[in-house]
């Protein structure tokens, strides 16, 4: 119980779209924070220093707000920043999986792409 929850509240903290239903009956907003552990210098701690924000010992603090009105707010380490910021540390931070993500492997190409990837720049054949 409470996967849905869990995963809707995951979009929400890497930009996804805020919806007013979402926040509970009679409450002004819904609010959502997370804690990252990310690494010193790997690409999710540099673009949030672009963005301004600070990692707390080694972890990048999230939030975000949706009002009833369908407003919504987002921080990351301590900043307000524009919702776009966590779209684009998403791709750094998570990778989501579907019950079917493996039925791609039967095409030839994903799995050229999975070779590639597993072999690295380097390796000619």
């Given at each position: 119980?409470?996967?849905?929850?869990?995963?809707?509240?995951?979009?929400?903290?890497?930009?996804?779209?805020?919806?007013?239903?979402?926040?509970?009956?009679?409450?002004?907003?819904?609010?959502?924070?997370?804690?990252?552990?990310?690494?010193?210098?790997?690409?999710?701690?540099?673009?949030?220093?672009?963005?301004?924000?600070?990692?707390?010992?080694?972890?990048?603090?999230?939030?975000?707000?949706?009002?009833?009105e369908g407003r919504?707010?987002?921080?990351?380490?301590?900043?307000?920043?524009?919702?776009?910021?966590?779209?684009?540390?998403?791709?750094?931070?998570?990778?989501?999986?579907?019950?079917?993500?493996?039925?791609?492997?039967?095409?030839?190409?994903?799995?050229?792409?999975?070779?590639?990837?597993?072999?690295?720049?380097?390796v000619e054949v």
């Open positions: 119980a409470g996967k849905t929850m869990v995963v809707t509240s995951l979009g929400l903290l890497l930009g996804g779209r805020a919806d007013p239903a979402l926040v509970r009956v009679g409450a002004k907003a819904a609010v959502v924070e997370g804690r990252i552990t990310v690494s010193e210098g790997d690409a999710a701690a540099l673009r949030a220093e672009e963005a301004g924000a600070e990692l707390d010992d080694g972890a990048l603090l999230i939030s975000r707000t949706v009002s009833a919504s707010r987002a921080h990351l380490g301590g900043r307000s920043v524009p919702v776009g910021v966590l779209t684009e540390l998403a791709d750094e931070l998570v990778a989501v999986h579907g019950q079917t993500d493996q039925q791609g492997l039967l095409k030839p190409a994903r799995q050229r792409q999975a070779l590639d990837r597993y072999a690295g720049d380097g």
